[in-house]
T-cell receptor
């Protein structure tokens, strides 16, 4: 199957610091990965589309300077929340798609970020 | 832009009974894919079932089946013989046929299973 590993699962950081979240496709190459943010009991909100070797495409309203996305290889994408503030506390999920055709997207297990 | 609507914020079902979750979508594309994802309390997103728009036959995965009505742009999920482990948030999702197209999610339906 297609497995996506996301780390860390939980992180607490101080306000003003930066935190990096990693998303790895373990058994397939993912030219495109997606980053979502989810608030409790709400749907997934797409933040950005990460393309290997090129700049990420951010959704409207998402601050690209605050949420830095790097997709340096076909198996790794990272999301860095810079100068984090309490309002950035949320659940962040990555996903990747294996190949073309009718494949669903495989999701990482998510990262719960708490900024104190 | 494509939109996905789930009009049932919460649903309840008695264990062993059947429940249907509703989903409608809006698109101008003729070729696309539809999905149902389950998100249990662990928050891990799990693919439940998928449907290609060009297929008339409704997809089935064990106790899970869909009623895909392309003309009506409706894609409901039926869960038969409900189990306690089915309790979760269920999301309907749409993806266009282009490579790399993003998933568009509905707002979700919380399913509670009563014993």
């Amino acid at each position: 199957g297609a497995v996506v590993s996301q780390h860390p699962s939980r992180v607490i950081c101080k306000s003003g610091t930066s935190v990096k979240i990693e998303c790895r496709s373990l058994d397939f190459q993912a030219t495109t990965m997606f980053w979502y943010r989810q608030f409790p009991k709400q749907s997934l909100m797409l933040m950005a589309t990460s393309n290997e070797g090129s700049k990420a495409t951010y959704e409207q309203g998402v601050e690209k300077d605050k949420f830095l996305i790097n997709h340096a290889s076909l198996t790794l994408s990272t999301l860095t929340v810079t100068s984090a503030h309490p309002e950035d506390s949320s659940f962040y999920i990555c996903s990747a798609r294996k190949g073309q055709g009718n494949y669903g997207y495989t999701f990482g297990s998510g990262t719960r970020l708490t900024v104190v | 832009a494509q939109t996905v609507t789930q009009s049932q914020p919460e649903m309840s079902v008695q264990e062993a009974e059947t429940v249907t979750l509703s989903c409608t979508y809006d698109t101008s594309e003729s070729d696309y894919y539809l999905f149902w994802y389950k998100q249990p309390p662990s928050r891990q997103m799990i693919l439940v079932i998928r449907q290609e728009a060009y297929k008339q036959q409704n997809a089935t995965e064990n106790r899970f089946s869909v009623n895909f009505q392309k003309a009506a742009k409706s894609f409901s999920l039926k869960i038969s013989d409900s189990q306690l482990g089915d309790a979760a948030m269920y999301f309907c999702a749409y993806r266009g046929s282009g490579y790399g197209n993003k998933l568009v999610f509905g707002a979700g339906t919380i399913l509670r299973v009563k014993s």
